[in-house]
């Protein structure tokens, strides 16, 4: 129920595992705004704030922004974008995003949701964990046969931002 906390699906080897992604934007009381990343590549992150002021519009250049990946686990794995997305996206507004919903998908420059590898195996972990909804990429869902998740396909971050926030 806390804004800024995601959960998304990646895969360790190929054995999905979800977890959970918080981020943390605050008004800056210095001259550069802060960025700092745990858990996940602090270079990345700073393309996909890029990509969300382009993009979204959303002013980040006088916020300081905090990213954590939960548990103390580091990942390199772009799926995780959509979720660092939305769960900056959801602490600007201060909105709190579905406990039962689950994130995959990479994004690129252009905003776009980007397709993810066995996205069917994500889908199937995130079903048997008991997420009701899923936000992933369209090109993604064609591998993804008949689930009880209800799965939000999308093609842009803009898109996955109406879809929850």
Do not use: W
Not at 27 to 49: C, E, K
């Amino acid at each position: 129920g806390a804004s800024g906390s995601v959960v998304c699906c990646v895969l360790e080897g190929t054995r999905p595992v979800l977890l959970e992604v918080q981020a943390l934007v605050s008004p800056t009381h210095y001259n550069s705004p802060q960025r700092t990343v745990t858990g996940y590549d602090y270079r990345r992150v700073a393309m996909l704030l890029a990509v969300i002021e382009k993009k979204l519009g959303v002013r980040l250049s006088q916020q300081d922004v905090f990213i954590n990946i939960a548990g103390g686990i580091t990942v390199d794995e772009p799926a995780v974008d959509l979720a660092i997305c939305i769960a900056v996206l959801s602490s600007v507004k201060d909105v709190p995003i579905d406990s039962g919903t689950c994130f995959i998908g990479e994004v690129g420059l252009a905003g776009e949701v980007r397709a993810i590898p066995q996205a069917d195996v994500r889908v199937q972990e995130a079903a048997k964990l008991g997420f009701t909804t899923l936000i992933a990429p369209t090109a993604s869902m064609k591998s993804v046969g008949k689930t009880k998740i209800k799965i939000h396909p999308v093609r842009t971050l803009f898109d996955a931002q109406k879809e929850v926030i």
